[in-house]
């Protein structure tokens, strides 16, 4: 691969003040691009100020959706030091999502070196308050100029960088979510393991339906049986239940969470039975009436780990333990940041150090 070329901004932006500080609304001053030619390959990495991109009205990506992305995060910690979590399952699921959206892959170790570079460029990017950090968004767009459906020859890859406060305006508080039994998210043999826009715009009538309702996001089912759990709009979901770790199997419609992964990695290196198995609405319905289910929460990138203190389902709507945050949940939350923020040891291996 070639050597990364760096131009440097003379503009830098006014930095935005970390009290309230928003998710995804600011960027930084730099973005990483390399371009894809059939016959070439990846060409011309570089580092560039952050600014529009020149594309025609044909290009491919606006007419077929051919396009995929990732999200991960860069954390300051109390040293002033840079770290990055598990960034090569990041670009390693982004190569799973490349295989079935027929983009070209990319090589995991040089866009990790990549994103760190670039992020040690805008280290100052980086907010140094309570539960904020750098979000980093890698993502691939098809650039031919052609309406027909094929896929594209020329391709831009493009990393930028969104300083952020928490996902959710409720922080860590238990968020109230709305089983959806209308639209379907994903189905089998689809492109609901793959992280591309599409997923997530025929997501968003049911979350502004849930919205409306009071809901902060939607829990969806599988769309065939219209009967099993499969995730949240934005997130993997877990329960415990019987004192037992609970989540969807992984079928191909359901996204592979980085940090569902390490959840269940920590879970069970803690003694928890892990289950990854079919769950029916019923039984989620059936165990949190009950008590059995006694913890419920989201895991991903934006909110690491997201608390449900309420559900509802066809009109009826039920609490979730006692409707706060479970033990397990915070104590799962506070490792997991602790990790990141380095607080607490990482006997794993999963922080990269930038600068």
Request: glycine share 10%; charged share 25%; hydrophobic share 35%.
């Amino acid at each position: 691969m070639e050597e990364i070329k760096v131009e440097l901004t003379k503009n830098p932006k006014e930095k935005p003040s970390t009290e309230k500080l928003p998710f995804g609304k600011f960027f930084s001053d730099h973005m990483f691009l390399m371009n894809y030619e059939e016959g070439k390959g990846w060409i011309n990495p570089r580092i560039v100020p952050y600014g529009p991109f020149t594309l025609e009205p044909s290009c491919m990506v606006f007419h077929y959706a051919q396009e995929i992305f990732e999200g991960l995060k860069a954390y300051r910690r109390a040293d002033g030091s840079v770290w990055l979590f598990r960034p090569d399952e990041n670009f390693k699921r982004m190569n799973n999502s490349a295989e079935r959206m027929c983009i070209p892959k990319i090589d995991v170790d040089f866009c990790v070196s990549a994103l760190k570079k670039l992020v040690e460029i805008e280290k100052d990017w980086v907010p140094a308050a309570p539960a904020t950090s750098l979000y980093v968004r890698p993502f691939i767009i098809a650039t031919d100029n052609c309406v027909g459906v094929h896929a594209s020859k020329t391709y831009i890859f493009c990393i930028i960088l969104s300083p952020s406060g928490s996902y959710y305006p409720e922080g860590l508080d238990p968020v109230k979510i709305a089983i959806e039994d209308e639209d379907v998210r994903a189905v089998r043999g689809g492109t609901g393991f793959t992280k591309c826009g599409g997923n997530y715009a025929g997501s968003i009538r049911a979350g502004e339906r849930a919205a409306k309702q009071g809901y902060s996001q939607v829990l969806w089912l599988d769309g065939v049986h219209r009967k099993y759990i499969e995730e949240v709009g934005s997130m993997n979901i877990m329960f415990k239940i019987d004192g037992k770790v609970v989540t969807p199997m992984l079928q191909g419609s359901v996204l592979p969470g980085i940090t569902r992964k390490s959840i269940l990695e920590v879970a069970g290196d803690w003694g928890f039975p892990v289950e990854e198995r079919l769950i029916s609405v019923d039984e989620v319905l059936e165990t949190a009436e009950n008590g059995r289910m006694e913890e419920m929460w989201g895991t991903g990138t934006a909110a690491v780990v997201s608390p449900v203190g309420q559900i509802e389902y066809k009109g009826k709507s039920l609490k979730v333990g006692n409707g706060g945050i479970g033990e397990l949940t915070q104590k799962l939350y506070d490792e997991l940041t602790g990790i990141q923020w380095g607080t607490r040891p990482d006997p794993r291996g999963w922080t990269v150090k930038v600068c």
